[in-house]
DNA sequence: CTGAAAGCGCTTACAG
DNA sequence: CTGAAAGCGCTTACAG
């Protein structure tokens, strides 16, 4: 062994172990620490065969970044946060989190950035998650979904200093950059398929009024529900398939005559509220025409296969991605809206009945 | 402004903003930052009134370790990472993930540990993935999930120097601890249920043979049906609802007579399975019996429900980050074996009709 | 165009 | 029991 190794050595370890430094490739290059530093971050100031020649030995000795050296010196983490607050079942049974988070991650791997995912019950655990990433400095911004009524996390996350894009609009001003996704357009073509179809009698089973987007959803279908003249019955629940069949059966239920129609705000409760109109002896679309949305990889696999309201969450994770981390290195960034959701026709939705139905009758499907 | 905050000015930023340092709390407790990192690491040899007035001032300058600064000097990344390797729509449908990530964090947040995810559509860019999280420096150590038939990981893991675990036994040597869940006990307990109903011809859809613990169900069935005397009739596919459905089609279709009861390695692959049945006129379970595996919530709100296999993902997930932590922190560790999956029966499975099933038959159901 | 030095905020031998 | 110093691997003014 050369001399000039004995100081990698000093732990013991094998040479072939130790990792490159940048002080090992300026040693080897003849030029100081700092000008391998410029050459590898393509600063100007470092003449071109200079350039060349450090690349090469850099190149040779396997070097890569130190992100922990980097992030100390340049007080950055190049990782960002993602929060789950939603109860485990409800979030296993949504598969909007794998897909956004997939399409982050294509945006993430490409800028050498890291997605750090932290998922807590919701409460007072959700801040103090906010609070340890932002001041343990492992994060440099994070991804606001599910957004509330009067979120306080948007206070919090300025005040951690930390960066952010939310998906959607806040209710109340927001110095973050919002990516949105108009689903009230995929709610509001809902309404019009089932009103061409006849329905008259149309009910919503809403999520949580506290969320924004599951109040938006409820919103639209209030709306059109008033413009075609039609009462809105809504039944809230908490996005669970549990209470999206409680509340079918309320409906089923319901004195003053079951609806025709059933829009639901996620896919997993229109998946419950079909089995519980099967069970009831009802036919769907028969009977009883079934929305659902977020347009889940099961909608077309069960049957009648379910009539949802597609949105494209993967290109969701990765402009979100895309302009979190613009707004970290800061650049100019503006709101951004995606495409409007759309409406995917299937079976679970069809011609209303024209008498009031009847277990035994027999009338061929139509629509989708 | 006295002279002594002269330094942390330096770039011109309120004070208020200024992160307090050990070198702040130092200064104002009177001793070095040595003896500040001893205290605040509960290291002996720091007197006992020090001691106090060191924590003392921390507590009161709010100090909180910047991590960054303490992985560059400890080497260690206080972090760990789960990369996954599956058709993104895969992942979606699977409620697997989530609620195992979820059973990761209750045990992350606790030990101040922070997990940083990777989504990527499996081949080559795996390996990267593992790669320059490792050469980041990132993480401390993985979790292999999804372990697969000769699975090259396992070496590029103990390459890459990283700690890990693994989720089950792979099928080679591996330095690495394995946490498991016995899913053959569930794969057999469901071949006994349908046995004691009747059925003699039963049939599974498998997961990819690739992959470890399809494999291993696979073999469970084909065990026990062998130990029944039955024909193990098996028909391979990707885990997707889409290829779970194409399956269940060929079933049905077989010349040799459609099988009585059909085994499947998922719920997202059961269920398709089970609107296929439905959609060629057989009632289930009265003409078809079907069970799934992992209890997915949405199990329990079809109709019918599906009889499935329960484990507990989320403490599969606690405990596989315990382990990695332990080995992280050269702490012993053994292989740790979960408790058995068991059957969940509901409706979806029942006595195997005695005639050849007729589309007009009623029969009481039974079972479940 | 290039070098030498200080600094990011910690930890950890090494001396007293 | 305590202090002063070096080091982790980078980046970045500051001089030449």
Do not use: C
């Amino acid at each position: 062994m050369a001399e000039r190794d004995a100081e990698t050595q000093a732990v013991g370890r094998a040479p072939a172990t130790a990792r490159a430094t940048i002080a090992d490739v300026a040693r080897l290059a003849g030029v100081s620490k700092g000008l391998v530093s410029f050459a590898l971050n393509d600063r100007p100031g470092v003449g071109a065969e200079t350039r060349e020649r450090i690349l090469a030995t850099a190149a040779e000795l396997g070097w890569s970044p130190n992100m922990r050296a980097r992030s100390l010196s340049t007080n950055r983490a190049f990782a960002i946060g993602l929060v789950l607050a939603r109860e485990p079942d409800i979030v296993a049974a949504d598969p909007f989190f794998p897909t956004f988070m997939a399409g982050v991650e294509t945006e993430l791997s490409g800028a050498g950035q890291a997605l750090v995912l932290a998922t807590v019950t919701p409460g007072r655990q959700e801040a103090d998650t906010y609070r340890s990433l932002a001041l343990d400095k492992r994060i440099d911004g994070v991804i606001l979904s599910d957004l509330r009524a009067g979120d306080d996390r948007i206070a919090l996350i300025e005040e951690l200093g930390l960066a952010a894009v939310t998906l959607g609009h806040p209710d109340a001003e927001s110095p973050f950059p919002a990516v949105s996704i108009d689903d009230e357009a995929g709610v509001t073509a809902t309404m019009e398929h089932l009103v061409q179809l006849g329905h008259r009698s149309i009910a919503h089973v809403a999520g949580p009024s506290t969320m924004l987007h599951a109040a938006r959803r409820r919103r639209a279908f209030e709306r059109s529900a008033a413009a075609h003249g039609l009462a809105a019955r809504v039944v809230e629940t908490d996005f669970s398939a549990t209470e999206g069949a409680a509340a079918t059966r309320h409906l089923l239920g319901d004195a003053d005559g079951r609806p025709t129609a059933i829009v639901y705000s996620n896919d997993p409760m229109a998946l419950a509220g079909l089995a519980v109109a099967q069970r009831a002896g009802l036919s769907v679309p028969r009977d009883l025409s079934i929305t659902g949305f977020d347009n889940t990889d099961l909608a077309e696999h069960v049957y009648p296969s379910l009539t949802s309201v597609a949105t494209d969450v993967a290109a969701w994770g990765a402009i979100a991605a895309r302009v979190l981390l613009a707004t970290i290195a800061s650049e100019p960034v503006d709101n951004t809206d995606l495409p409007a959701a759309r409406l995917v026709a299937r079976e679970s939705t069809s011609h209303v009945p024209t008498l009031t139905p009847t277990r035994n009758g027999r009338r061929a499907r139509s629509g989708a």
